[in-house]
């Protein structure tokens, strides 16, 4: 699978992200030209975990981000469908098996976005950074994220956006996405292929506004967005309304 505008079929989205795992986080690197460090700076922020609380990383990959939501002292399950990413993630924190330990403060877990592995009210946060894009249904896993997050929990998701700057825009779209990133791809990633459907995926997504009103209708409140890079790239940030006293009698 590499267009866009096919059903995502959750064993093609993972079989393909297997195929890129080794090299993943360096093509990315090379791919933004060393943003992904600022990207991730500001999402940690974002997520803002404090010592004892739990987050939840989907699509967390490598673990890349869900090390740096463990700076405080929080604990940190990085979940993704694509063993070869989980694995990989191990190997480099040094953990053992899909499990991953619980080394430096992250564990990894197998799941689908979907349906996650984790009963209701479980975590202080979930995050997703540049996955849901990958989710078959976006409105039913913002739903699933609603679920297992704790009254008040917090959502934070990192993805490509619409470009404001009309110039900036059309280069963007144009050239950027077009030209240069299979360029850089087919130089360093072991599955180019995979990257043609991420500029593909990239063009297709909602912007800022229009993803707003879907994790608005999948049930969190208070949502708001920053744009990174010329809105290259949004955060969103959206809470999980508080238990009403009076449903609890």
Known sequence: ???????????????????????????????????????????????????????????????????????????????????????????????????????????????????????????????????????ADTEQALREMLRVAKPGGRLVVAEFSRPTFAPFRFAYYNIFLKYAIPLITRLTSSNPDSYDYLSESIQAWPDQPSLARVIQRAGWSRVAWRNLSLGAVAVHRARKPERDSATLR
């Not at 609380?53 to 993704?80: P, Q």
């Open 1 to 135: 699978m590499t267009r866009a505008s096919l059903e995502k079929k959750p064993h093609e989205v993972a079989a393909m992200f297997d195929r890129t795992a080794r090299r993943y986080d360096l093509v990315n690197d090379l791919m933004t030209m060393g943003q992904t460090y600022w990207w991730r700076k500001v999402v940690a922020d974002a997520v803002d975990a404090g010592p004892g609380e739990l987050v939840l990383d989907i699509g967390g990959g490598t673990g890349t981000s869900a090390v740096s939501f463990t700076r405080l002292g929080a604990r940190a399950i990085a979940c993704d469908f694509s063993l070869g990413m989980l694995r990989e993630g191990t190997r480099r924190l040094g953990g053992s098996g899909v499990s991953g330990g619980g080394v430096h403060g992250v564990t990894f877990t197998a799941g689908d976005a979907l349906r996650l592995p984790f009963a209701d009210d479980s975590f202080d946060v979930v995050t997703i950074s540049y996955a849901l894009r990958n989710v």
